[in-house]
């Protein structure tokens, strides 16, 4: 354990979600001091645009707290304790690709699910494994890395097959999002909730939510068929779950639960379970990304505009559930609290019945070493079917990027659920690979060589 205050560094500063953690971290000084707070991005002129307000919410709280902001990987790392990666490689052009080319074909097409989640992962894993590098390199030996970057299971897969021995807890806010839902219908703060889960990342199902030693998930089942993990100020909240698509996602937990009433979903498996729903009720022209890109980008630049020129921030940016998690789980790190969250590790017999080196989301207690995760046993035979080809179509991506072979990749996509045929595979990655011709050299490659089926 290293002495506080701490030196903390975000990897993707120039993120949407930077002003919003940055204010977490404000608020919980006295719980994780710091004596300084590095931005790093690679597309310095995009983080220029956010490191003013995020300058703002620092001083509005310490004068003390020494502030940079830098391209620059030496600079950035140099002496790090601990680093926030929010990386979209790609940024918001690419997942627009991600989302509009499976849709051409008919196919879901969603930032970290199918088609659009592998080719994602496809970008991610090798810049996070550089990130790794940097931090190996210049930061303090125990630093520790705390990954937000999606998408968080194939990145999580591919620094454990490439860097085994890299300090990166790879963490996700969903279930937390879905425990913030739970506590509003119960009327009990999500801290106060005990859960058990088990699955992969977008991937898993609640099977227990303990209050004070009781299961509350029968109350829970009866509110869900009524109106889905949904509450009348579940808006107010957060305001970007009042965005028609995310109420839509709440609203779904309920044929999921009509269907299969036993375990309480991850959001994310409405994209598998109901993909032509889905598929059905999105417009192809205008997807999530171009949501955000309307929505939360557009206010946070037109507060960073509005600064520069009165002096004077809007309210533009929201602290949530995103921002306090990853504090809370660095506090645990920093500090050896080994309080339990849901994150993703290796499995290492968590579940009983996946293989032992698979990255699973299972509770864990997080100490300064790391997570020890919690025996969740043996899951049943359909979860357990459903885990495994998701957990297969994930690794034979991850090989696909190491190997640069085309052969796995269209394997990947042929085994993702939400894809109908190898054919629908073959058409989409053979698009994706044009879309990503600035990425994915190797695999441009092996696709020109001839390995690709023509
Ligand atoms: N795990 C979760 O539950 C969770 C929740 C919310 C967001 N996220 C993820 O957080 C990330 C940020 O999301 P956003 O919507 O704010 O995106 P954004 O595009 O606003 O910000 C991402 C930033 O990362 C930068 N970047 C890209 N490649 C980089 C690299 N190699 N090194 C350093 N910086 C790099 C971009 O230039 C950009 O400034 C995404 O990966 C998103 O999927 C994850
Ligand atoms: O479509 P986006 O960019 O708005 O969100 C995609 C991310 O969605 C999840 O995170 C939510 C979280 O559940 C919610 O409570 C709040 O904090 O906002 C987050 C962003 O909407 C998901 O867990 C992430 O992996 C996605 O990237
Ligand atoms: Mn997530």
């Known amino acids: ?15 949407t979600y930077t002003p919003g953690i940055v204010k977490s971290l404000m608020v919980r000084l006295a719980d994780f001091p710091l004596a300084e707070i590095r931005l790093y991005d690679i597309d310095g002129e995009r983080q220029s645009v956010i490191a003013p307000v995020v300058e703002k919410v620092i001083r509005d709280h310490s004068q003390s707290i020494k502030f940079t902001v830098t391209t620059d990987p ?7 304790h601990f680093v926030f990666a929010q990386m979209r490689v790609g940024q918001y052009k690419m997942r627009e690709q991600d989302e509009k080319i499976p849709l051409r074909h008919g196919v879901v097409g969603q930032e970290t699910c199918g088609p659009g989640g592998l080719a994602y992962g496809l970008r991610t894993i090798l810049p996070m494994v550089e990130l790794c590098d940097f931090v190996e390199r210049y930061a303090n030996q125990k630093a520790w890395i705390v990954n937000y970057s999606n998408p968080a299971a194939i990145v999580a897969e591919g620094v454990r097959r490439l860097r085994p021995n890299a300090r990166v807890l790879n963490i996700c806010d969903m279930p937390v999002a879905a425990m913030r839902n739970m506590g509003a219908i119960l009327g009990v703060d999500r801290h106060k909730l005990e859960v058990d889960y088990f699955g992969l990342n977008h991937f898993g199902w609640f099977t227990r939510v303990l209050v004070d030693g009781e299961d509350r998930l029968p109350e829970l089942r009866r509110h869900i068929a009524k109106f889905g993990l949904l509450t009348e100020d579940a808006a107010q909240t957060d305001p970007q779950h009042s965005d028609p698509s995310w109420v839509k996602t709440w609203r779904h937990i309920k044929p999921i639960m009509d269907h299969f009433p036993e375990f ?6 409405q994209y598998y379970l109901m993909p032509n729903d889905i598929v059905e009720h999105q417009n192809p022209d205008y997807t999530r990304a171009n949501e955000v890109m309307d ?26 559930v995103h921002g306090a998690f ?7 790190l920093a500090f050896d609290l080994r309080q339990r969250h849901l994150v993703i590790v290796e499995n290492k017999g968590a579940i009983a019945n996946l293989p032992y080196d698979a990255m699973v989301e299972v509770p864990a207690y997080i100490t300064s070493e790391g997570p020890e995760p919690v025996r969740m046993g043996a899951v049943p035979l359909f979860h357990q079917t459903l885990l495994m080809q998701q957990l297969a179509s994930e690794q034979l991506l991850v090989e696909a990027t190491i190997e640069g072979s085309y052969e796995k990749a269209l394997q990947a996509f042929t085994l993702n659920r939400t894809v109908p045929t190898m054919q629908h595979a073959k058409a989409i990655l ?3 690979i044009e879309a990503n011709r600035d990425y994915w050299p190797q695999l441009q490659q092996a696709w020109k060589d001839g390995e690709a089926v023509k």
């Not at 929505?295 to 949530?320: C, S």
């Not at 990853?326 to 645990?332: F, Q």
């Open 74 to 80: 030496e600079v950035a790392f140099s002496g790090a």
């Open 326 to 332: 990853i504090v809370d789980v660095a506090c645990s």
């Open 1 to 15: 354990m290293f002495k506080p205050p701490f030196i903390l560094s975000i990897a993707g500063g120039g993120s």
């Open 264 to 269: 309480l979903p991850n959001p994310y498996l």
């Open 295 to 320: 929505g939360r980008e557009k206010k946070l630049f037109a507060a960073a505009a509005e600064y520069k020129q009165t002096g004077i921030l809007p309210d533009a940016f929201h602290v949530g």
């Open 430 to 432: 053979d698009d994706m």
